[in-house]
């Protein structure tokens, strides 16, 4: 069983920084891709960013160049920094575990809100 919990969420200016960290239970972590996603209020759940078991990240057009992701598999952490922040960027943000083995497996964590305003 995988539980995520993700933390570091809140109120920030136009232009800050916020660090979102996600810290997963279980063994699969290091197989797994992780990744980042939002839902602003009325719209649909979007992805922000991915990385693969072996470091390789993917990111949405609107978050490139602003936003790193990041994991720690020793530690199975997944990080978000988050730099130049707009207010477009308020969402409620959730972690995601993304694992195959026969079939596709998805964890969410519960989400952490993101509130970007001056």
């Known amino acids: 069983q995988v539980q995520l919990v993700e933390s570091g969420g809140g109120l920030v200016q136009p232009g800050g920084s916020l660090r979102l960290s996600c810290a997963a239970s279980?063994?699969?972590?290091?197989?797994?891709?992780m990744g980042w996603y939002r839902q602003a209020p009325g719209k649909q759940r979007e992805l922000v960013a991915t990385?693969?078991?072996?470091?390789?990240?993917n990111y949405a057009d609107s978050v490139k160049g602003r936003f790193t992701i990041s994991r720690d598999n020793a530690q199975r952490t997944v990080d978000l920094q988050m730099n130049s922040l707009k207010p477009e960027d308020t969402a409620v943000y959730y972690c995601?575990?993304?694992?195959?083995?026969?079939?596709?497996?998805?964890?969410w964590g519960q989400g952490t809100q993101v509130t970007v305003s001056s």
């Open positions: 990385i693969t078991s072996g470091g390789s990240a």
């Open positions: 279980g063994t699969i972590f290091s197989s797994a891709t």
């Open positions: 995601n575990l993304h694992y195959i083995v026969r079939r596709t497996y998805d964890w």
